[in-house]
């Protein structure tokens, strides 16, 4: 079992930057692909980023591709999500999540967070 504790999410400017993170606690945290999805409100929950268990190989959707960088330390059993330059398509809740294996798809996933509102105002 791994549990997954996402903080720092809240309201912010449109242009401006937050960075989340998520804890891990549990079975081996080096061991696990995480990754951030997001939810707006009436959409689908979306993959985000996705960082590999050693942190050598990092992937984003289109959408924040240049914008959000995914960073991992094995060492405290976190993970990040420096998210800059939001726009108000930002808003969502965002989830951290972790999984054996790189692979994205929601029903891949082994365990979410209970996730953190991100609210960017125009």
């Known amino acids: 079992q791994v549990q997954l504790v996402e903080s720092g999410g809240g309201l912010v400017q449109a242009g401006g930057s937050l960075r989340l993170s998520c804890a891990a606690s549990?079975?081996?945290?080096?061991?696990?692909?995480m990754g951030w999805f997001r939810q707006a409100p009436g959409k689908e929950r979306e993959f985000v980023a996705a960082i590999n268990s050693s942190g050598a190989r990092t992937d984003y959707a289109n959408s924040v591709k240049g914008r959000f960088t995914i960073s991992r330390d094995n060492a405290k059993n976190m993970v990040y999500l420096q998210m800059n330059v939001l726009k108000s398509e930002d808003t969502a809740v965002y989830y951290c999540a972790a999984t054996r294996f790189y692979e994205w798809a929601k029903d891949a996933i082994q365990y979410w967070g209970k996730g953190t509102l991100v609210t960017v105002s125009s």
């Open positions: 549990g079975r081996t945290f080096s061991n696990y692909a």
